[in-house]
């Protein structure tokens, strides 16, 4: 079985193997205070021009999200974010559970604009009963989101400029930020993004490492007594040297952005040869995962041998919008199997 | 500079990452339902004689003692635990932010009573205002505690007993259960454990592991949609055979009781040598952590070279207490050092 | 100004007042264990005749449904409620405070169904990842609505079916249960909504009382230690007996019934003349909520002398949703001028 | 039987009730925006010397308490208190249900003073692993407290300060303020208070209303979004006046201070009667509540006629620790009965 189920199927990469085994016995102190995470903070400011930047080093995306919200929102404050965002549906509640309501707002592609952002804002404060509604106290977006679809700078700008204006902190879940960055469309990079928001995460866990997700807090007054938040949440690892050393190999020499090419590469294949057979895409996404609709009769062949997810049915029953994860550990051979199965499906229809 | 302020300096054993290597290529489901996550679960099971347990990978401690608590109490109820507990004092308030307040109990040593569960939980339901306060709900110990010392299996008994009788589940943060399991004084197996608790967890940080704890849960009704519980806390790993590839390691051929032997011997011969000098000690420990009292003169000069941890002044205004920690990864070379260091600072005095 | 705006625009019926009074020097025990809140319990217990339920005085809306909500859920558990319910957008984010989601659905009139509240079960056991997802732990309605619906007999009876089915308490909010009892088209009375549900509240604030809302606990195993959510949620007042003598002059003889149908035949008056005048409803509201659609000229001059709210704009921008309330106190000479200053205003449009 | 149990067993003031009766047909706008409460606001406002003092009408202390700590700590903040203190004990957890933990020190008569605040901080920053830990956010104090003693002016001038310089709030909790402002040796004016605090509230329940606390919030910056944090806790009554009107008359024309004067008084008589008989006292109080160490035989006796509250055995086997509370309310009748049956049965001994 051949897995495109997800961007998360493989260890990590195996240069971040090579070097936990050649540090594994410097003694090191603890909870993130060592030297290998000091480096992997300096190479991350560097890389986002960021020099004045707070960089922590978190273990998970939902750990990640409710920890960086928490820290931010007030007890009667909300977050915005798209109906479809990872803490809206995905996170079993967990930024409900650290007190706080997700202002959801509608989105086709997984993306929200600057104009919905200040349409909440405006309602709220325009409802003369404001004080009975939770009120919105930040902004959360995805890059890229959960449906492939990534921001324009422009689009970012906008969003960042809204933000201000509304006094909302702009908080950016980087879970997929390498396949953002190396989207063949993109127009962002790593440093416009740190100009153009409060807060972001550089995701490892989908990127190349065991786990890890890179906290970056551009906003100074944000960043005071994080850690403190890290240590309530459960994120604070002992051993953070195990972070430090993943961010560090992925940020020394530009790993990071070479394998998230990789990934969209692999993807780009896919997409083009499923539109060559004539199908469409739910989403227009450029990164690592695509969304065809498929023929349910192909698909039930293909499972034999590949995994894919099942993303939801269309309004012709014989044909469901599927997803295809690539990632920066995707083989060449195996994107060159799924495509030639495809077509083998796809001629036997 | 030698290390043995804490029992995390080095990275994990040898063995987990060569096993990390071998396997990175392997593609595998996630969140914890691969084949390495369930080997792992079944060697726990058979190490806990617990054929039934259900066994999950979490990643911290915080983490784990938050989630573990926070499913099984209900809003109105808190965890009775030592005054020096863990989750009383060294977890950012992580409990309370959960919503529960730590009903703790005096303690000279990290130890609790049954007697004391029986008192606090006779006060509760004797005192005619109960409902202002808030309800004893299960009752928390850890073994090794925060003082290395550790429960005899009489005590833990009349624990389980107690708890029972106020049908409180008892819950044991293992984080250093290795170490008390390999103490020599200790008649508790990892089965007595298991039998004698409702749920607890087995550290791997600690004890081998880059990180991760194996909570195991006895008492089945505890179980219930425990994944939920986890993934909304933040421990559930995307790549969660990161975890099981780790215990699977640990607990296949009793790697995780073979070098727990190894660092209670290595604190045995510090502790030997220290009390041959003399010197008392704050702690009774048998387990991987000493607490010596020793005189400032000396302690600054071991300093330079030696890290450890300074525990309290003691009311000789010329003596304090210190922590030196031992490990799976401390080499006898290092204790030796140490050891002939100390002996020779003390000459000098 | 007359006031419609809202359904507590006055104080209390004259004859709490006068109790008060009456009862002011007795000396009686607190938090509601004195003996008006015990005969209270009894009267309401033999109204809903329910003999074995237990009953309880909390003193307001928002704080009743969160106490009920946070004293049934676990911390993975959401509840089930219409998009418009008062628990999902009118109470500062209170359910989300107490950690839990509002698992909204859909609503045209504030009013669900059994087939919702079955879909949103199915949806997440048929979701493969629902561990990743909050789970429905129970499902809320108001009867009346916040549109001034009500449920029907076999309504009620089809959501408590599917409630069962699906393991979900169902709870009532009954913050305006009088009018919905009251109303000319109902088919359910009280003991029918005790017998069709798990938990609901008899609303006093707006139905009579100073303020009070009595908790009818219909499923034995959801009033477990309910004494202590009340006090940690803060609606356990000291004096309780200032909430047991209203509900004991609410129930003792009938008054609740008797008050709840005059605000409804006022409410009545007012649908009844401005649908003579042509004018249509936003909702089909049989109860002391009427929500017409009016032309903006005409409410801009009615705005002088009476308020009332303003509920939407329609799609045709020269009208405007407004919501008249009536109730208990409301004079019926002040219902009178309504519909003739209305009616005047009409016939110079 | 005659109660002495508490300050709570009777109804309201008289002239409350008659100006509930009066006011009973007025119709207002909701949530505390209607005359009454303003005119409330502005009576306290001036009895407090504090113009600008926003104020706030919430239903019980628990609720008040938990509202306000609530809406100024941050996650990873906690509220210094007397281990005594009505947050850390008699609030069913409140304050760790809103996600914080109570810091409590030590406290024979249930007063702190400054040099413990300071402790608390400096011993919470000169920890090196502070993250660890709780972080101070606040003090709170209750005056008078819950063993009956008072703060000096001199004793809040150096907690004031001390908060101060630790940039700590320093909340006041008023739940017996008028008890403590009539105390015969007291030299604090409310003024005097509102000047040497950031936030306080005036009980209302315990003095002279039904029910209601007046939050008096001296620091603007503490005033920010305050109706939001009401709302979220269940504390905004839809019919505010019936809290509003309570405080107004409390405060048109000082009677607040006056109905405390004759509690007081009521006490003394007690206090002084039982001192005349050679018996001591648990606490120097000097307000309404008093702790008198009686023999078990007096006490088994007086129980048959008269209700107070057993406080805690003593060394001695023989005797008890029991409080007597008066009130606004206290018939002078009744004290003096007290009075004659505690001599009488001492003459019995």
Redesign the interface.
């Known amino acids: ?3 495109f ?2 961007d ?5 990469h ?1 240069r971040i ?1 090579q070097r ?2 050649e ?9 993130g205070t060592d030297e290998h995470c000091e480096r992997a903070r300096e190479y991350i400011r560097t890389a986002c021009r960021a020099p004045h930047a707070d960089v922590h080093f978190l ?6 999200n ?2 960086v919200i ?2 931010i929102l ?3 404050q ?1 977050v915005i974010a798209a109906v479809t965002g990872h803490i809206a ?6 930024i ?7 202002l959801t707002v509608p989105s086709e592609d997984g993306k929200i604009t600057a104009a919905q952002v200040k349409e909440v804002y405006e309602a709220h404060w325009n409802d003369p ?1 404001h ?5 919105p106290g930040m902004v959360y977006i995805s890059q890229s989101t959960e449906n492939g679809t990534i921001y324009s700078k422009a689009e970012l700008e906008a969003l960042h400029q809204a933000s201000r204006e509304c006094g909302l902190p702009l908080f950016i879940d980087g879970a997929r930020l390498g396949y953002a960055l190396a989207a063949a469309d993109s127009d962002v990079t790593l440093a416009d993004l740190a100009g153009l928001c409060d807060v972001f995460y550089i995701g490892g ?2 990127v190349g490492a ?2 890890g997700e890179a906290v970056v807090i551009v906003n100074e007054a944000l960043g005071r ?1 994080f ?3 890290i ?9 953070g ?2 972070l430090g050393i993943q961010f560090e190999t992925l940020f020394e020499d530009g790993l990071y952005l070479e394998i998230s090419k990789h990934a969209v590469e692999m993807a780009d294949r896919i997409q083009r040869a499923i539109a060559e057979l004539g199908y469409s895409f739910k989403y227009a996404s450029t990164t690592n995962q695509q969304f065809p609709i498929l023929p349910d009769k192909l698909l039930e062949e293909l499972r034999l041998n590949y ?1 894919f997810s099942t993303w939801e049915k269309t309004a012709d029953e014989h044909y469901t919008v599927v997803r295809f994860c690539t990632s920066w ?1 995707t083989k060449a051979e195996h994107v060159t199997g799924l495509i030639n199965e495809i077509k083998r499906l796809h001629a036997q229809l």
């Open positions: 079985m051949i897995r189920e997800s998360y199927t493989e260890g990590a195996v193997l936990l085994l540090t594994n016995e410097e003694q090191t102190s603890g909870y273990v998970g995306g939902t750990q990640t409710t920890t928490a820290s007030r007890p009667h909300g549906g995905h996170e079993t509640g967990a409900e559970a650290a007190g706080h309501k997700v009963t004080e009975h509604v939770v009120q866990t989908k065991m786990m007594d850690r403190y938040h240590k309530q949440r459960g994120g604070m690892l002992a051993k040297r195990m995994t550990a």
